[in-house]
């Protein structure tokens, strides 16, 4: 699925999270993916199914307040069952963070939700790739696929993708055993 080729952006101000867990779960389910592709297509759908999930994964938290990692890990082990996957969510690790599992999950092509913002976490992102030294970064606000520094990411210096610091990512991991490993 070439995410950047469709435009898939937020509905609102409030919904980034939803709309990563969308587009995370149409790259991790076939079944998912074919609203989105092809002759199946439907910004309606897509406009609707991003509010459907905010509503599932937000039941006690505040929708006002956005999409808790825990949340968003949630959304994905909904969307990978079939692969025998569970996602889970850590803390970016400033510095000293090697986002190896970051890469391995992309590599294998998972996709892996980031949370970013300034002082505060205020904006969903999604990792859908990685080069040398750079990782593709699917943002929903404008419906593009960014490309940013690992460098950037350590020194939380990102650029175009909203808000400079990453906060949390959130990772997949078979149910039988590491999904990096």
Known sequence: MRI??????QRDGRTCGP???????????????????????????FAQEQLRVHALVNRVWPRALGTTP??????????SR????????????????????????????LPVPMLVGRWLPR?????????????RCYEPSSGEVRTVGLDAVRRA???????????AVVLPRSETRSATA
């Not at 790259?27 to 609203?35: E, G, K, N």
């Open 19 to 45: 709309t990563v867990a969308v587009v995370a779960g149409a790259l991790l389910d076939p079944a998912y993916r074919s609203h989105l592709s092809g002759s199946g297509f439907d910004r309606a759908w």
């Open 70 to 79: 825990m949340a968003m890990a949630r959304a994905l082990t909904c969307r």
């Open 123 to 135: 904006h969903w992102v999604l990792v859908v790739g990685a080069t040398a030294g750079t990782l």
């Open 4 to 9: 950047a080729a469709l435009r898939l952006r």
């Open 82 to 109: 079939g692969r025998a996957l569970r996602y889970r969510w850590r803390m970016w690790w400033g510095r000293r963070d090697r986002l190896d599992d970051v890469l391995d999950a992309v590599r294998s092509e």
């Open 157 to 167: 210096q990102l650029e175009g993708l909203g808000y400079p610091r990453p906060f």
